[in-house]
Structures are given as C-alpha cells and as structure tokens.
C-alpha cells in the first residue's frame, strides 16, 4: 500500500473526464487500497476521487463516519456512481485536497440517492443526505473534470483562503 501524490489546482490533468472501470479485479482493489490510504493520511479528509491521485478512472472512496452526528453509509467505494435522485438544495462550504489554500460555498442537492459498483463489482443503492450527500457529489464532480470552484455560488464572496494552513483548518471543513 502506499500513500498517492495528490494533483494540485491548477493542474490541467484535474479538468480531464475519467472513463468507466470495467475490470473488477486484483489491480483495481489493490489501487483502492492505496486511495484510502491516501484519504487517512490526511487528517480531516471525507473522500477522494481517483483523478486527483491521476488516475483517470470513475473511482471514489468515501467517509464521513468520523464527524460527529451526521447520518452515514460507513466507509464507500463507488465506481462508476450514478445519481438516481436527487432532492432539495442547500449551501455549505466545502475544502478539496487539490485546492488546498482555500474553501468555498456551494448549492448541491440535501438528498440523494445514488447507484454505484463496489470493488467486486456488485451494484449498490445508497441513499445520502446533508453532509454525506455533498462530499459524494463533490467527489463525483471530480470524475468530470469538475472542481468546487466552478460551482461557487457566487463570483463575489463564496470564496474563502484557509487561514492558517495544516491539519486544524483542513480538520475543519474536510477537504475531500
Ligand atoms: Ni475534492
């Protein structure tokens, strides 16, 4: 296992829509392992789509069971997720590995419901909302190329530089 280098905004390679995976197999589960790795190692982080580790597959692994009181599915790995519903809006702000000097406040959907394959390549139904809900489509806005800062809610003040860099700011609003 190891601990995957994270591209970093402004990298055009984060712009690039990543491909389906079709082969469940040792590789890919083994390629898995080392995205969570990658996502313990930094304190505070929910998630983590394979193309910020440069691997341009639609891979995500996923985890908010470490905030407190928020509703959650444990830990995930989605591979080629799709949303099957979607309900209500609500803004929150959100931090990203790939960006790491600055958080930003983004409208995404209060509840999902989202289909996806695990590393065994068996198809899953989750059902998500408030806090879980937005680092997944976050994540999977990564997938296609896609970056918090292309949805800001405003050009004006949605933006917001990470005051002091490090574990305690990236704690806080969970970079993913
Ligand atoms: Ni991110």
Do not use: W
Not at 94 to 122: M, Q, W
């Amino acid at each position: 296992m190891a601990v995957l280098d994270i591209l970093i905004y402004p990298d055009p390679r984060l712009k690039q829509t990543s491909s389906s995976v079709s082969n469940f197999d040792a590789p890919l589960r083994d390629f898995i392992a080392d995205l969570e790795e990658t996502m313990l190692a930094h304190p505070g982080c929910v998630g983590l789509a394979a193309p910020q580790a440069g691997r341009f597959e639609r891979i995500v692994v996923l985890d908010v069971s470490g905030k407190p009181q928020v509703p959650n599915n444990g830990r995930l790995t989605l591979i080629n997720p799709e949303i099957v519903h979607a309900d209500g809006s609500a803004v929150g702000r959100e931090g990203c590995l790939s960006v790491p000097d600055y958080t930003g406040n983004v409208a995404r959907a209060e509840k999902i419901a989202l289909k996806a394959f695990d590393s065994h390549g068996r198809e899953r139904l989750y059902r998500m909302e408030g806090f879980e809900a937005r680092a997944a489509l976050h994540e999977l806005d990564h997938l296609d190329g896609l970056l918090f800062l292309d949805r800001l809610v405003s050009r004006r003040n949605a933006l917001f530089r990470r005051k002091n860099q490090g574990r305690s700011s990236a704690a806080k609003t969970g970079p993913s």
